[in-house]
């Protein structure tokens, strides 16, 4: 994991000299310091932090404001459900770079194949091990068989989840309990069979992916707004003791995000409101950046809430959403 810096160090790589410097500079500047071997650059005034110079210089051009964090997650084991494509599958990848071995849960056995081989291929040399288990999780009898086969694992990423979006009249009864028993059932029961094993072993991460329309209460979203703010209820009442257990169980509130997910919503409201889903680039154009979030900029905070570095956090919901949550007017 990566983390900014100030950032014109290659341009001066002939003043570089080795001297034990700094490891890392705090957000505010000067705080913090503390001794490591590192390269340091000294340009005018201007103390700089550069690491490995020699290999990474071209790197370093472009990336000169950027460190590796190290979130010490190497080797950790990771369960991530519905990992055959969009942010569950941006999710794995980013918990390979961290060189943890996975656990991946979807139906569709060939994409969670492909994602295990390309995985493995870019991370085997750290020893990364990609499991996978093609499975419908809304059947609960495949919880504890699952639970079972997957043995002891340090971080739960529950991900998995299609609630249908419409209103009220759109969604019946029958959809709305697929919807609810994928994710709502899906993260509870999930959560209800690994606690214990976490707590039996010492402790452990359960990061619940939910969205923002549990704090957004979108009438054209019925279904998904209580599904989620049910997700965030339990969140909360799970994580606001689960440090007794030494267990963290943290919640996550994407906003749109940059998955098939999103552009199948946006063509059916384009559809709705504007009579063409070949519209859909309007509706996208009221986005704040006038984008979905980039895949990363949900996969790497899942990452680091995971981490030792974000030890005092659970009982509580990160909400990633461009500032869409918080539009509120009076008028
Ligand atoms: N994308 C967004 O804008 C956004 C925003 C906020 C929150 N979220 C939440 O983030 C999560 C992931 O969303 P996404 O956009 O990545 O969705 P997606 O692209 O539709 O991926 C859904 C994942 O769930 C798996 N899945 C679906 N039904 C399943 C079942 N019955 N059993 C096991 N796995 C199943 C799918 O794999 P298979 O089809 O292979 O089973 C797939 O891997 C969801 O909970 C969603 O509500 C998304």
Redesign the pocket.
């Known amino acids: 994991m990566t983390a900014s810096i100030i950032s014109i160090a290659s341009r001066r790589k002939r003043h570089y000299a080795r001297i034990p410097f700094l490891h890392r500079i705090s957000a505010n500047g000067l705080l913090n310091w503390r001794l490591e071997p590192k390269f340091l650059a000294i340009v005018h005034t201007e103390i700089m932090l550069v690491s490995d110079l020699d290999t990474k210089d071209t790197y370093l051009a472009c990336k000169a404001e950027t460190i590796d964090m190290d979130l010490r997650l190497k080797g950790k084991s990771v369960l991530v459900?519905?990992?055959?494509?969009?942010?569950?599958?941006?999710v794995a990848r980013s918990f390979a770079e961290e060189g943890c071995h996975l656990h991946l849960?979807?139906?569709?056995g060939d994409?969670?194949a492909a994602i295990k081989s390309e995985i493995e291929a870019a991370h085997g040399g750290q020893g990364v091990k990609v499991t996978i288990h093609?499975?419908?999780?809304?059947s609960s009898d495949v919880i504890n068989p699952l639970v079972e086969s997957i043995g002891d694992i340090d971080i739960l990423v529950n991900?998995?989840?299609?609630?249908p979006s419409g209103n009220l009249w759109d969604v019946d009864e029958s959809k709305w309990r697929a919807g609810w028993e994928?994710?709502v059932f899906?993260y509870i029961n999930l959560t209800r069979a690994i606690y214990p094993r976490m707590k039996a072993r010492g402790g452990g991460v359960i990061i619940n992916?939910?969205?923002?329309?549990g704090e957004v209460f979108d009438p054209n979203y019925v279904a998904?707004t209580t599904g989620?703010a049910s997700l965030m209820a339990f969140t909360r009442a799970m994580g606001g003791h689960s440090l007794d257990d030494n267990i963290r169980v943290v919640g996550v509130?994407?906003?749109?995000?940059?998955?098939?997910?999103?552009y199948s919503?946006l063509k059916k409201r384009a559809k709705q409101w504007l009579g063409d889903e070949d519209r859909y680039k309007e509706l996208e154009e009221r986005y704040p950046l006038k984008r979905?979030?980039h895949l990363h900029e949900i996969t790497d905070l899942i990452v680091f809430l995971a981490s030792y570095r974000s030890g005092y956090t659970s009982g509580t919901i990160f909400t990633v959403d461009g500032g869409i949550a918080s539009r509120r007017s009076i008028i």
């Open positions: 459900t519905g990992a055959s494509q969009g942010i569950g599958e941006g849960v979807a139906r569709s994409r969670l093609p499975l419908d999780l809304t991900n998995a989840g299609v609630i994928l994710k899906g992916n939910i969205g923002n329309g998904g989620n509130n994407p906003g749109p995000v940059n998955t098939d997910r999103i919503m979905p979030a």
